[in-house]
Nanobody, 120 residues
Framework: QVQLVESGGGLVQTGGSLRLSCAAS????????VAWFRQGPGKQRELVAG???????NYADSVTGRFTISRDNAVNTVFLQMNALKSEDTGTYYC??????????????WGQGTQVTVSA
């Protein structure tokens, strides 16, 4: 069983940065693929970034070059560094574990979500 807790969301101006964290319980977390999904107002949920192991990452086209996903297994945490934020990045960001980020398939473990709002 894995429990995920996101943090780091907030209100930021266009062009600003935020760093989201996904802290997990359970020693097996380090073996799980992890992804960040988001759901904007009136939009479907979409995969933002995923990481398998510690070095294999993938990103949505809309965030490539601006967002970076990483993980620190010593503290059971996955991070999403978000730079050059745009208004279209606004939404609730969810951490997910156990799926296949390469094909956008979520796993069974979800966090509660953290809100990111980018203002003009």
């Amino acid at each position: 069983q894995v429990q995920l807790v996101e943090s780091g969301g907030g209100l930021v101006q266009t062009g600003g940065s935020l760093r989201l964290s996904c802290a997990a319980s359970g020693s097996s977390f380090r073996f799980y693929p992890v992804a960040w999904f988001r759901q904007g107002p009136g939009k479907q949920r979409e995969l933002v970034a995923g990481i398998i192991g510690t070095g294999s990452t993938n990103y949505a086209d809309s965030v490539t070059g601006r967002f970076t996903i990483s993980r620190d297994n010593a503290v059971n945490t996955v991070f999403l560094q978000m730079n050059a934020l745009k208004s279209e990045d606004t939404g609730t960001y969810y951490c997910n574990a156990g799926g296949n980020p390469r094909v956008g398939r979520p796993g069974e473990y979800w966090g509660q979500g953290t809100q990111v709002t980018v203002s003009a």
